[in-house]
């Protein structure tokens, strides 16, 4: 343990490292995937998607391993029973800071198939990581604002077209499907503007899930609901690295998805959109009185 060195320093090693991580591990993924790119042979795509999916889960546990050697950090995880990487699952979280990423990755680790998270299409431009995303099937989500979609009406339903797309690829090797329904990181300031119901939550958007749910039908039947709290005030992505954040709680719910939900169509099928709403309204319910509690129950001393 180097919880020993000052916030900056670790923070400062643990960044370092991870790059350098990154950095060996985007060779092995890029020379793959442009294997899988070049052979049209479903047998040899599956066969690099798989090696690629372990060069991604080997390269996160070396990132849950730096986390471990230089933070004293309590994880207090409920939730994990029962669950296969041999298996489909929709996943989603609430969205607070880019730590929560760091999170749910270790707390599934090697528990269920890699997360594959829905990204904004800007992201493929980050250096490296951007293109080891698209080498690992990462849905890119380019989304359009009301006053585009006016001006424009042929991109109503394009974000959700690229969803649809997405989800063809994940039916052929078990993948976890990832989706933060807010859309968004939580802020105060964001709560206000949206003027969401919820105390810890922003309104969740229930698009991408019910695409999802429509397009994989045949392998998805199960969703886990992931619930991250910080006690204190620390809870950004430099804090999880630097030490800051000393306890992390995290609850996972393992639920079935109503069958009702299953193989319909988002976009034309307008009872089923309700549907998707109402269900996913429940679920954000439910979370944020979970989320009270946990508030309560977990001081900021801890």
Known sequence: MLSFLPHWLRGSLVLLLIIVSTLFWFIPIIVFAFVKL???????????????????????????????????????VEGLEGLSREDWYLVTCNHQSWADILVVQKTLHRKTPMLKFFLKQQLIWVPVIGVAWWALD??????????????????????????????????????AVFNFLEGTRFTPQKHEAQQSPYRYLLKPKAGGAGFVLGAM?????????????????????????????????????????????????????????????????ELWRRKDAQLAIMHEQYSERD
């Open 38 to 76: 070049l052979v049209p042979l479903r047998a040899v795509r599956t066969l690099c998607t798989r090696i690629l999916i372990e060069a991604a889960t080997i390269w996160i546990g070396i990132n849950n391993r730096l986390l471990q050697l230089f933070n004293r950090i309590e994880w207090d």
């Open 138 to 175: 990462f849905p890119f989500m380019k989304r359009y604002s009301a006053e585009q979609i006016r001006k424009n009406p042929a991109l109503k339903g394009k974000d959700l077209e690229t969803t649809r797309k997405a989800c063809e690829k994940f039916k052929y090797t078990p993948v």
């Open 217 to 281: 039908g045949q392998q998805l039947h199960t969703m886990l609901n992931i619930t991250i709290h910080y006690p204190g005030k620390s809870h950004g992505f430099w804090d999880l690295l630097s030490g800051r954040i000393h306890r992390v709680i995290v609850r996972v719910e393992t639920l079935p998805i109503p069958p009702e939900l299953l193989n319909r169509d988002y976009l034309q099928d307008e009872a089923y959109r309700l549907q998707v709403q109402q269900w996913v309204g």
